[in-house]
T-cell receptor, first 114, second 114 residues
């Protein structure tokens, strides 16, 4: 699976949009971009995933650049409860041996301030 | 109860003890996983079970022994652990591995080896 690069930390004011970038310049055609987050001392929580089109759900939006080398997770109105570590993960659709194998990096620590 | 449930939430054990971590999923999934998260390190995949058969063991020491009696339950048996094994142990589940399904995590067991 392709490696990802994320800033180690970001701050955001409550009520503002939080835009979390991720670089995955070596992504291949069959690899999806997944986002998970981990609130302190809990298990990671799935947020959203996409291949090449922008995606939106009740939690967030995912914007993937046309060349697919980077993406941005957008939390439209951040709250204090969104303070967490956010992981960008690239995962193959090749099946077979991928076995739910999510390869986690260090992620981005997002701190939402009042 | 829904989701992935792990017990106990916290465990302190001596190096000569034997203990077991328990995981139960109520999602109808048929793949289950153990991940380990040490302080300041990314999550690491330890074991993968697909349809109750172990399909992956990521070079985990034999003092960690997984057991999957059915598709809803997963155990991690611990014996003669070392202090460096202190970590957050996370159980997860998903539909058949190798597909782009969402992996759902439990809240973890915080293990301290003294």
């Amino acid at each position: 699976d392709a490696k990802t690069t994320q800033p180690p930390s970001m701050d955001c004011a409550e009520g503002r949009a939080a835009n979390l970038p991720c670089n995955h310049s070596t992504i291949s055609g069959n690899e999806y971009v997944y986002w998970y987050r981990q609130i302190h001392s809990q298990g990671p929580q799935y947020i959203i995933h996409g291949l090449k089109n922008n995606e939106t759900n009740e939690m967030a939006s995912l914007i993937i650049t046309e060349d697919r080398k980077s993406s941005t997770l957008i939390l439209p109105h951040a709250t204090l409860r969104d303070t967490a570590v956010y992981y960008c993960i690239v995962r193959s659709s090749a099946g077979g041996t991928s076995y739910g194998k999510l390869t986690f990096g260090q992620g981005t620590i997002l701190t939402v301030h009042p | 109860e829904t989701g992935v449930t792990q017990t106990p939430r916290h465990l302190v054990m001596g190096m000569t003890n034997k203990k077991s971590l328990k995981c139960e999923q109520h999602l109808g999934h048929n793949a289950m996983y153990w991940y380990k998260q040490s302080a300041k390190k990314p999550l690491e995949l330890m074991f993968v079970y697909s349809l109750e058969e172990r399909v992956e063991n990521n070079s985990v020491p034999s003092r960690f022994s997984p057991e999957c009696p059915n598709s809803s339950h997963l155990f991690l048996h611990l014996h003669t652990l070392q202090p460096e094994d202190s970590a957050l142990y996370l159980c997860a589940s998903s539909q058949l591995p190798g597909t782009l399904e969402v992996v759902t995590f439990g809240s973890g067991t915080r293990l301290t080896v003294v």
